[in-house]
């Protein structure tokens, strides 16, 4: 097998000698196996032929575009799992907190509910490897895996001396990608989309054939932040708004040769409903084909901040020892032909260049028809939150734990996320563990910050204690892109009443 995968990598190779000249070429293969020889002979630290061909793999990939990659089997099947709709976990969603991966929501009825995992606490190791400075993605290939499994992780919990020890039987566990949905008031429905997976389609339609029931008559979908998923998912869920056979996306090659044009298929679904979509710079790839095909269709208004500009179509090759490339083949064109992708020769200006104020001017992505910038946190309140402190507080807050939950808690829990108050004495409270976990500010900062605190305070206790929905209505209230799109309700149903009687 391993002998294989070596000949797979040098008749890749030999292949690509074609492309370059032949002298060129051989030089290059000489080198190469010139570095195997030295590192299987000389290394101090004996090689894995099986790392050498991941290395040699990921450093050509590394060198195409920003997108095309080496997938290892850990993040393949990531990828596979995450695409499919379902993977064998825990059941918890997580984050990165001060270096630490701490539980953000507990699923019910999933393995870590029943062990007694609870929001705000911080898996510092998983089956004896330590997961302090882990990025989320990363301990999601630790946490994940056969069904049936298990894994041993420490916990370190707020108010306990030393951490606790679980043992959680992995299972299967439902990926939904639509993380919000409810009516917002009266016939206002609202939909998040997390992102674009195989079973995105039969959610969404789930969703508004609730909302109809309800008598919904307008639409707002949430893109914001979805990085996109499979383009399977973003061509059925555009066909369910677009009339037949109305171009969604097409797909050119190599010197803008067309492979591939994707039509609406099926009329009689939800091509009537006034709809408005939010977009902002994190939307990207299945976002902007949906995004794009909406806009250039007169079907939807398009509402926030100019989209990331990621329209490359990746193809998964196989590769031994169950591991693969993601590898750009084409790129992706919405129906008036505008190209989605944004040039890549700059890979710094690509990846953060979305941070610049010139970046409206900048060629690719989706530019909404209503721009909207959204509103950025005060200094200090960003800083509170970037060191996880609004959660951590809330989380303890709701579990009885701070001098300020007796007085309060009581009242809260007979509210609703809307009437919901941070009191004088809930907000000192707050302030005394930021400065227990080091944070200082001025008079001066705190003034200017005040109204952002309270916000964040309201918007984690929601979530805490009513769930994410909750949090995501508290949130709502204030989200200039999403009153932009309320108030622009008339012309969306102009826009809609158009693109039928077309």
Not at 35 to 64: C, D, H, N, Q
Not at 457 to 469: I, N
Not at 475 to 483: E, G, S, T
Request: glycine content about 10%.
């Amino acid at each position: 097998m391993r002998k294989a995968a070596i000949f797979t990598l040098i008749l890749s190779l030999l292949v690509g000698g074609i492309l370059l000249g032949e002298d060129v070429f051989k030089a290059q293969l000489s080198r190469l196996l010139k570095a195997y020889a030295y590192i299987k002979t000389f290394s101090y630290e004996k090689p894995k032929k099986k790392e050498l061909l991941f290395a040699a793999v990921e450093g050509m990939t590394r060198g195409l575009d920003p997108h095309s990659r080496f997938l290892d089997p850990l993040t393949l099947r990531t990828l596979r799992e995450d695409q499919g709709g379902k993977f064998y976990g825990l059941g918890i969603s997580i984050t990165s907190i001060n270096g630490k991966i701490t539980v953000v929501q507990v699923l019910r009825g999933t393995p870590a509910e029943k062990a007694g995992l609870l929001v705000g606490d911080a898996i510092i190791e998983a089956d004896g490897k330590s997961l302090i400075g882990y990025t989320p993605q990363e301990a999601v290939k630790v946490l994940r895996g056969p069904k049936g499994t298990t894994v041993k992780i420490l916990v370190e919990r707020e108010g306990y001396s030393k951490p606790i020890e679980f043992t959680i039987k992995r299972a299967e566990i439902p990926l939904n990608t639509v993380r919000a949905s409810f009516i917002f008031s009266g016939d206002v429905g609202y939909i998040t989309l997390t992102s674009f997976g195989i079973k995105s389609p039969e959610e969404l339609v789930k969703a508004l054939k609730k909302f109809k029931s309800q008598g919904m008559k307008y639409l707002i979908l949430d893109l914001r932040g979805n990085g996109g998923g499979a383009l399977r998912a973003a061509v059925e869920i555009s066909d369910l708004f677009l009339k037949k056979p109305h171009v969604i996306v097409s797909i050119r090659g190599r010197g803008q040769t067309k492979l591939r044009t994707f039509r609406a298929e099926r009329d009689g679904q939800f091509e009537d409903l006034p709809m408005a979509v939010l977009v902002n710079r994190y939307s990207a790839s299945a976002s902007e084909i949906l995004a794009g095909a909406l806009q250039d269709n007169g079907r939807a208004l398009i509402v926030g901040s100019k989209t990331f500009g990621k329209g490359l179509v990746q193809t998964l090759l196989g590769l031994p020892f169950n591991s693969a490339m993601a590898l750009t083949t084409a790129k992706y064109y919405t129906p008036s032909g505008r190209c989605i992708q944004k040039p890549f020769g700059n890979w710094i200006l690509y990846f953060w260049g979305i941070n610049s104020p010139d970046y409206d001017k900048m060629p690719g992505g989706i530019i909404p028809d209503l721009k909207v910038k959204p509103e950025l946190l005060k200094e200090l309140a960003a800083r509170m939150r970037g060191k996880g402190l609004f959660f951590r507080w809330a989380s303890l807050f709701a579990k009885g734990k701070r001098p300020s939950s007796p007085r309060n808690l009581s009242r809260i829990k007979g509210e609703t996320p809307y009437t919901l108050k941070i009191t004088r004495s809930m907000l000192e409270d707050f302030l005394n563990y930021c400065r227990k976990n080091g944070l200082t500010w001025s008079e001066k900062e705190f003034r200017e910050a005040r109204r952002d605190i309270i916000f964040e305070l309201k918007y984690e206790l929601a979530t805490v204690l009513w769930g994410p929905e909750a949090g995501t209505r508290v949130l709502l209230q204030v989200d200039r892109v999403f009153q932009r799109a309320l108030q622009a309700r008339k012309t969306a149903e102009k826009m809609a009443l158009n693109y039928l009687s077309r």
